[in-house]
T-cell receptor
Framework: EPEVTQTPSHQVTQMGQEVILRCVPISNHLYFYWYRQILGQKVEFLVS????????KSEIFDDQFSVERPDGSNFTLKIRSTKLEDSAMYFC?????????????FGPGTRLTVL | QKEVEQNSGPLSVPEGAIASLNCTYSDRGSQSFFWYRQYSGKSPELIMSIYSNGDKEDGRFTAQLNKASQYVSLLIRDSQPSDSATYLC???????????FGSGTRLLVRP
């Protein structure tokens, strides 16, 4: 069964460093999302992406964040200068095209630890 | 503020019992509703979606939607210890298709 994959599974970085989190969505999906979950808190929407542009972004997704689909398979989230409060699980999700299904499937996540 | 509310639990049921999980949402115009299961340290796993009023059954799971009451529930029949997890209710409230999650209900199934 096709699935969303994410790398790395765990990333440790120093405050102020740049990190890139990578995702490979399900192959026929066209809508891509990033969510994050701070330990013990709700899953929060960060950004949605379709047709090579951002569809919507949350207040969390400030100028330090960017997303890119550099090729036909990868979807990346970059944090330019990490802060302590960026420590969280980051989940990529994807959705297939068409109005019939709104289901989003999540990858296994990347645990980001900012020291 | 668009919100999804769930009782945090834990909800403790004996093995073989029916577990009933509930969720309310704030936006009356919401159209799509989902239940995800999340094991500790893992990602949300989609178990049910429901779009219209009434019941939708899939194996041991039944989702129930009442748009007039802005209420969605999940029933798990013949609960197993492996069902012990946090169950997340998620709602799409607008045309952005972004998911708004509740805080989740922790379910414990006692052997």
């Amino acid at each position: 069964e096709p699935e969303v994959t994410q790398t790395p599974s765990h990333q440790v970085t120093q405050m102020g460093q740049e990190v890139i989190l990578r995702c490979v969505p399900i192959s026929n999906h066209l809508y891509f999302y990033w969510y994050r979950q701070i330990l013990g808190q709700k899953v929060e929407f960060l950004v949605s992406f379709y047709n090579n542009e951002i569809s919507e972004k949350s207040e969390i997704f400030d100028d330090q964040f960017s997303v890119e689909r550099p090729d036909g398979s990868n979807f990346t989230l970059k944090i330019r200068s990490t802060k302590l409060e960026d420590s969280a699980m980051y989940f990529c999700a994807s959705r297939e095209p068409g109005r019939g299904s709104n289901e989003q499937f999540f990858g296994p996540g990347t645990r980001l630890t900012v020291l | 503020q668009k919100e999804v509310e769930q009782n945090s639990g834990p909800l403790s049921v004996p093995e073989g019992a029916i577990a009933s999980l509930n969720c309310t949402y704030s936006d009356r115009g919401s159209q799509s509703f989902f239940w995800y299961r999340q094991y500790s340290g893992k990602s949300p796993e989609l178990i049910m979606s429901i779009y219209s009023n009434g019941d939708k059954e899939d194996g041991r799971f039944t989702a129930q939607l009442n748009k007039a009451s802005q209420y969605v529930s999940l029933l798990i029949r013949d609960s197993q210890p492996s069902d012990s997890a946090t169950y997340l209710c998620a709602v799409i409230m607008d045309s952005s298709y972004k998911l708004i999650f509740g805080s989740g209900t922790r379910l414990l199934v006692r052997p």
